[in-house]
């Protein structure tokens, strides 16, 4: 590894040397930074994966981490291992962001301008399925967008367990 002004590797040497492991856990590397004028310097890992990110496996994947990160010959001896999942406020920018938030509610900005609010049905061949809300109360349908017309999509928070017929159609919808 070629060091770095403080002795800490950059962020993509940390992508090849925890990437191989991440992935025998079930996780990939969403994004890695490293703040050096931080006292003491922090390396923060993003990881996602198929399986939601518990703390039990924030745990293990900061164990795999540090110990990775140990093996490297490092002029600053002391800095702060965080790993992390990438957030709600992350938008969903690859088919498989869509496909790990099957069932979340999404706001999704398309190219013409339009905006459209639905849950997450599927995903297959570059094709997004959503249930929406029609202008009805309580009517409901599914749509169907080109991954390639969304300009941003971001999943939005609820406080409310979901309408269960919404759920019904994103598991009619998605297969």
Same mark, same amino acid.
């Given at each position: +590894?070629?060091?770095?002004?403080?002795?800490?590797?950059?962020?993509? $040497?940390?992508?090849?040397?925890?990437?191989?492991?991440?992935?025998?856990?079930?996780?990939?590397?969403?994004?890695?930074?490293?703040?050096?004028? +931080?006292?003491?310097?922090?390396?923060?890992?993003? /990881?996602?994966?198929?399986?939601?990110?518990?703390?039990?496996?924030? /745990?293990?994947?900061?164990?795999?981490?540090?110990?990775?990160? *140990?093996?490297?010959?490092?002029?600053?001896?002391?800095?702060? &291992?965080?790993?992390?999942?990438?957030?709600?406020?992350?938008?969903?920018?690859?088919? #498989?962001?869509?496909?790990?938030?099957? /069932?979340?509610?999404? *706001?999704?900005?398309?190219?013409?301008?339009?905006?459209?609010?639905?849950? %997450?049905?599927? +995903?297959?061949?570059?094709?997004?399925?959503?249930?929406?809300?029609?202008? #009805?109360?309580? $009517?409901?349908?599914?749509?169907?967008? /080109?991954?390639? *017309? %969304?300009?941003?999509?971001?999943? $939005?928070?609820?406080?409310?367990?979901?309408? $269960?017929?919404?759920?019904? &159609?994103?598991?009619?919808?998605?297969?």
């Amino acid at each position: +590894m070629t060091e770095r002004s403080r002795g800490l590797p950059s962020p993509s $040497q940390v992508i090849e040397l925890l990437a191989g492991e991440f992935a025998r856990a079930g996780y990939e590397i969403e994004d890695v930074t490293i703040a050096e004028t +931080m006292r003491p310097p922090r390396i923060t890992i993003v /990881a996602d994966g198929d399986t939601p990110l518990d703390l039990d496996a924030v /745990a293990e994947l900061s164990r795999i981490a540090s110990d990775l990160l *140990d093996t490297v010959e490092v002029a600053e001896s002391e800095y702060v &291992l965080e790993v992390s999942s990438p957030g709600v406020e992350r938008p969903l920018t690859t088919e #498989k962001h869509f496909l790990r938030n099957r /069932a979340r509610l999404v *706001d999704i900005d398309l190219a013409d301008g339009s905006t459209i609010i639905g849950r %997450i049905a599927g +995903m297959a061949d570059g094709v997004v399925s959503l249930v929406v809300r029609g202008p #009805k109360p309580h $009517q409901l349908g599914v749509r169907e967008l /080109a991954f390639a *017309d %969304i300009t941003k999509a971001v999943v $939005q928070v609820e406080f409310s367990p979901p309408n $269960q017929r919404e759920l019904e &159609l994103v598991t009619e919808a998605g297969t």
